[in-house]
């Protein structure tokens, strides 16, 4: 079979919140890539993923010679090569808020990382949050809120159609789905819920989902 234009380097689907992000937009794009994928679980991973990517971390993306790392990354280059396919937001104001909450989430958040990290299949719900979760919590709920109040009059997302800003808290969405089903108890309006509803929604979501159910049972048939 012919080696495909792009190659996209990811880890485990349940788990690899960063992987998600990628291959969220290029699939919903439409574009043909090959999928290697490493257990992040093995004794060697770091070695694997050295063979494909300089930082030694997941994702990457191969086209022919060129390699670009970190998620963001990988999205703004695909957004500078397919500007037709409207990756951000269209107004420039938009789109600046668009790429702030994207670094705020790129750069924090570190306390509902420790906490919760993505366990995509799982249902773990926390009865009672540490503070600094949730600060985050609090903080992701208002920015969601903002970016609907603000921008999301012509769709379900945060800017209204889905953008990188969307690929992004897909697997914050993850996140408070397993450990922290009731958001209301956090200041939540309906604004979190409905958004979390919608992503979810996403043919593309569900086949990664789907995909996780494989993962999980081929790691069980393994062991």
């Avoid at 790429?99 to 009865?127: I, N, T, W, Y």
């Avoid at 919608?198 to 789907?210: G, K, V």
């Amino acid at each position: 079979m012919a080696q495909s234009a792009y190659q996209l380097i990811i880890g485990n689907k349940n788990s690899s919140s960063w992987s998600l992000r990628p291959w969220l937009v290029m699939t919903r794009m439409g574009l043909s890539f090959d999928e290697i994928r490493i257990d992040l679980r093995a004794p060697d991973c770091k070695a694997q993923i050295l063979r494909h990517s300089p930082s030694g971390k997941v994702p990457a993306l191969k086209i022919g010679g060129l390699t670009v790392w970190d998620s963001l990354a990988i999205m703004e280059h695909l957004a500078d090569r397919y500007p037709d396919a409207h990756l951000w937001p269209e107004c420039s104001d938009a789109r600046s808020i668009a790429r702030s909450v994207c670094l705020e989430m790129h750069a924090g958040f570190a306390a509902l990382r420790e906490h919760c990290p993505m366990d995509f299949a799982a249902r773990k719900p926390m009865q009672r949050l540490p503070e600094p979760v949730e600060r985050d919590v609090r903080r992701i709920l208002a920015i969601w809120r903002d970016c609907r109040n603000c921008y999301g009059q012509n769709g379900a997302f945060l800017f209204g159609e889905f953008c990188c800003a969307d690929a992004v808290y897909a697997p914050v969405a993850s996140r408070l789905r397993s450990y922290i089903p009731d958001l209301g108890a956090y200041g939540d309006d309906g604004t979190a819920a409905a958004y979390i509803d919608e992503i979810f929604l996403l043919p593309e979501m569900q086949a990664w989902s789907d995909q996780v159910e494989s993962e999980l049972q081929a790691a069980t048939v393994e062991g």
